[in-house]
């Protein structure tokens, strides 16, 4: 095996494993959500902290830890109309420009919710919901995780690039040339 394609297993293994529990996230909010609903309109009595749940740790994990996997599928938005005019070796400077500082973005972010996570966690954050205590702390550990896994996987990515190697592919796709050259839609 060689050294691309373990990394491109270990990248593998670690989308699977986010978006596994990003859709578990997902799915558990939707059934919480639901039975809050049908007990509300069945039994006139709704579940009890399903607002502090949905929004302190479902919305959370649904939003956040999935940016890797956006990122490692090409699917967030990008605005090429102007680059994709200009010269394939402006396109590929400009490209590692903009990984670099996305790089140093998500990096920035990482740091800062990290910080804020670690402050929540001293002061054992929480919200009352219904008279009762919910503890609230572990999910800000979720956001600088998200920025964490997506920081570094640009920064893979730069680097493979920079190298001349092939970049990581989702598991679902075939691998492509170490640097793609972007697509001319008609």
């Not at 973005?105 to 402050?119: G, I």
Request: with cysteine; glycine share 4%.
């Amino acid at each position: 095996m060689t050294q691309i394609q373990g990394l491109n297993r270990v990248v593998n293994g670690v989308d699977r494993l986010i978006m596994g529990i990003s859709g578990l996230a997902l799915i558990l909010m939707m059934l919480h959500i639901t039975a809050d609903v049908i007990a509300n309109q069945v039994l006139s009595s709704p579940l009890p902290l399903t607002n502090a749940t949905v929004t302190q740790y479902y919305m959370i994990a649904v939003a956040y830890l999935p940016l890797a996997a956006g990122e490692l599928r090409g699917a967030h938005i990008s605005v090429d109309l102007i680059v994709n005019s200009l010269p394939p070796a402006v396109r590929r400077w400009l490209d590692h420009l903009v990984q670099a500082a996305c790089l140093l973005l998500y990096a920035a972010l990482a740091s800062q919710a990290l910080q804020l996570a670690r402050e929540k966690l001293a002061n054992d954050a929480f919200l009352m919901e219904q008279a009762t205590r919910v503890t609230t702390w572990p999910s800000y550990f979720i956001v600088p995780l998200g920025f964490a896994l997506i920081a570094l996987l640009l920064a893979i990515r730069l680097v493979c690039r920079l190298l001349g190697r092939p970049e990581p592919q989702p598991a679902e796709t075939a691998p492509v040339t170490a640097t793609p050259e972007p697509q001319h839609h008609v």
